[in-house]
């Protein structure tokens, strides 16, 4: 017979919220790298938690970790990981003051996509990411990660680029920088969204007396 399981110890449910947010994300760390609530972990070499800072007013959640990411334990290191870098600071962002993650914290063998069990197994992690740090906004890169944070919303290709706005958070969809690595027309795409996420990110450093919600481009799901 096989071990009973059990329900994942996330520490956001569990922890005094006296503890500081990067106290609790590093727990939320500690929780993935011993997790082992799908098959994933039998076949990755390290979990990617995720890396950044827990006052980040900017979330960034890709697909999985690629061979490299499996490797070093970090999100976002190989070549797609180089191009989100720049597109970062063609907009004058930092990776450093993004918390960047994943949908899923350890490898699909051959990077294959997620399948829906492993990413059912794996929510709890990035929920709890997202409720300690309380983003302004969630910079969601690639299908996977919209339809994880955001069910029901439309396709990756229609809402692209666009400001999608859940009660009081705002996500942006783009593609994934690993699709553009060698298609150039999407790479522009990509280029011209980023653009439009750096007005979106303008819009909510502006004063309250600002506008936001008659911006053209905004869509409000639910
Ligand atoms: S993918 Fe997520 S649920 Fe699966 S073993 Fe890794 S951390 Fe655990």
Redesign the pocket.
């Known amino acids: 017979m096989g071990r009973p399981v059990t329900a994942?110890r996330v520490p956001e449910q569990e922890l005094s919220r006296a503890l500081g947010p990067e106290a609790r994300l590093r727990l939320v760390a500690e929780?993935?790298?011993r997790?082992?609530?799908?098959?994933?972990?039998l076949t990755?070499t390290r979990?990617v938690?995720g890396f950044g800072p827990a006052t980040a007013r900017l979330m960034a959640v890709g697909e999985?970790p690629g061979e490299r990411e499996d490797r070093e334990g970090r999100p976002f290191v190989g070549a797609a990981g180089q191009l989100l870098t720049r597109l970062l600071e063609g907009i004058g962002l930092s990776r450093q003051d993004i918390f960047i993650t994943n949908v899923?914290?350890?490898r699909?063998p051959g990077n294959r996509d997620?399948l829906p069990e492993?990413v059912a197994?794996?929510a709890p992690?990035l929920d709890a990411q997202v409720e300690i740090i309380r983003p302004q906004a969630i910079l969601l890169l690639g299908r996977h990660a919209l339809q994880r944070l955001i069910p029901g919303a439309p396709g990756i290709s229609r809402c692209h680029g666009q400001v999608l706005r859940v009660g009081e958070r705002s996500y942006f969809p783009c593609y994934h920088p690993a699709a553009a690595l060698y298609n150039s027309q999407l790479l522009e795409v990509l280029e011209r969204d980023f653009q439009a996420l750096r007005r979106h990110l303008d819009r909510l450093a502006a004063p309250p007396a600002a506008p936001p919600a008659a911006a053209p481009e905004q869509l409000g799901l639910f």
Not at 35 to 41: M, N, V
């Open positions: 994942p929780e993935v790298e997790c082992q609530r799908c098959p994933l972990h990755r979990a938690p999985a899923l914290k350890s699909p997620p492993e197994a794996c992690f």
